[in-house]
Nanobody, 118 residues
Framework: QVQLVESGGGLVQAGGSLRLSCAASGSISRINYMGWYRQAPGKQRDFLARISNSGSTNYANSVKGRFTISRDNAKNTVSLQMDSLRLEDTAVYYC????????????WGQGTQVTVSS
């Protein structure tokens, strides 16, 4: 079972940038989708972005044009470049993997905190 570990979170001022990385413990070359969700305190976990094995991407409207997802199958990593960060981007960010629609409990990383300050 491939495990996921996120890194790159931290404290950043509004308008700034952060780059999150998700390292997989094994090959991701046969995993159809890799992506990111986030969860703010007291709120549900929300979809942000995903990338297919062919490189097709999907984004939530809230981050479209500001966040960019990428994937490197050779290095077994997925990244999320976050620009023009806003206070409302403050959340725990989770990497996930999926072969289709279903995401099981074991398909998530442990999360990394992103805090945007004014």
């Amino acid at each position: 079972q491939v495990q996921l570990v996120e890194s790159g979170g931290g404290l950043v001022q509004a308008g700034g940038s952060l780059r999150l990385s998700c390292a997989a413990s094994g090959s991701i070359s046969r995993i159809n989708y890799m992506g990111w969700y986030r969860q703010a305190p007291g709120k549900q976990r929300d979809f942000l972005a995903r990338i297919s094995n062919s490189g097709s991407t999907n984004y939530a409207n809230s981050v479209k044009g500001r966040f960019t997802i990428s994937r490197d199958n050779a290095k077994n990593t997925v990244s999320l470049q976050m620009d023009s960060l806003r206070l409302e981007d403050t959340a725990v960010y989770y990497c996930y993997k999926s072969q289709g629609v279903v995401i099981t409990n074991s398909d998530w990383g442990q999360g990394t905190q992103v805090t945007v300050s004014s």
